[in-house]
């Protein structure tokens, strides 16, 4: 069964220094987000992607973050200067597309990534 | 800003017990996902409920999606220790946002054999 998946699994940075998470979304899939949750709290929305563009993004995602898909797969979140709050798990989900039924309403998530900023 | 409030946040049973957790909002939903999350790992897709009264049966677990789509239950039946997970209940707005999901803090199950 398709998944998505998510590198690494861990990774661990300095106060200040800039990271990329790696997503690949569902092949054929053609929305794509960026959540996280921080330990003990519930997943929190960050960034939605259509079309090589950033569709909505919440108040976390401020200008230390951004996103890309810069090949036919890959779909990353960088974060320039990190934060000791950006310390959390990073979760990918991809949607196929906006067909009326629950397939298109679905977010399929990756396994995630947790990010520890010391 | 819309919330999802899911009761209870913990449950602890024995194996073989039925239970019911819920998802409630005052917030209309265009859809409503469940998830299960084990300890370190993503969300895996349970089911998604799009109709107002909908009721979606997977083996044990039955999920109903209220007629006003505000809220929505998760039935178990006879219970096992494989059940033991946290239940997060997920909402896609109707009006507004068309992308993000709004997440609750989550059912923690536990299921003693």
């Known amino acids: 069964e398709p998944e998505v998946t998510q590198t690494p699994s861990h990774q661990v940075t300095q106060m200040g220094q800039e990271v990329i998470l790696r997503c690949v979304p569902i092949?054929?899939?053609?929305?794509f987000y960026w959540y996280r949750q921080i330990l003990g709290q519930k997943v929190e929305f960050l960034v939605s992607f259509y079309n090589n563009e950033i569709s909505e993004k919440s108040e976390i995602f401020d200008d230390q973050f951004s996103v890309e898909r810069p090949d036919g797969s890959n779909f990353t979140l960088k974060i320039r200067s990190t934060k000791l709050e950006d310390s959390a798990m990073y979760f990918c989900?991809?949607?196929?597309?906006?067909?009326?039924?629950?397939?298109?309403?679905?977010?399929?998530f990756g396994p995630g990534t947790r990010l520890l900023v010391l | 800003t819309q919330l999802l409030e899911q009761s209870p946040q913990f449950l602890s049973i024995q194996e073989g017990e039925n239970l019911t957790v819920y998802c409630n909002s005052s917030?209309?939903?265009?859809?409503l996902q469940w998830y299960r999350q084990e300890p370190g790992e993503g969300p895996v897709l349970l089911v998604t409920?799009?109709?107002?009264?909908e009721v979606k049966k997977l083996k044990r677990l039955t999920f109903q999606f209220g007629d006003a789509r505000k809220d929505s239950s998760l039935h178990i039946t006879a219970a096992q220790p494989g059940d033991t997970g946290l239940y997060l209940c997920a909402g896609k707005n109707s009006g507004g946002s068309n992308y993000k999901l709004t997440f609750g803090k989550g059912t923690l199950l536990t299921v003693n054999p």
């Open positions: 989900a991809s949607t196929s597309d906006w067909t009326s039924g629950a397939q298109g309403e679905t977010q399929y």
């Open positions: 917030s209309v939903f265009s859809s």
């Open positions: 092949s054929n899939h053609l929305y």
């Open positions: 409920v799009v109709t107002g009264g």
